[in-house]
């Protein structure tokens, strides 16, 4: 999330990255690994498993992200 928004990308948020509101889910290649807490926010939002909560990638390589707000 912090890299799309230094990158000027907007970000949909109502929980400010705390990884509880599920607005800024993107599409993103590679899937990468997912914390408990986005696994835990993705299923109570009915979020596809294609879908990642920016606020909580941790990011180790280059990544190609896309959402449907762009």
Partial sequence: M???IEAGL????SCHGEG???KCAVLMTPQGTRTALEI???????LP???RLSCQVFIDQDLT???TYW
């Fill in 40 to 46: 835990q926010t993705a299923q109570r939002n009915k």
């Fill in 20 to 22: 509880i509101c599920s």
């Fill in 65 to 67: 992200v896309a959402t």
């Fill in 2 to 4: 912090d890299a799309l």
């Fill in 49 to 51: 498993d294609i879908m």
């Fill in 10 to 13: 907007p970000v949909a948020s």
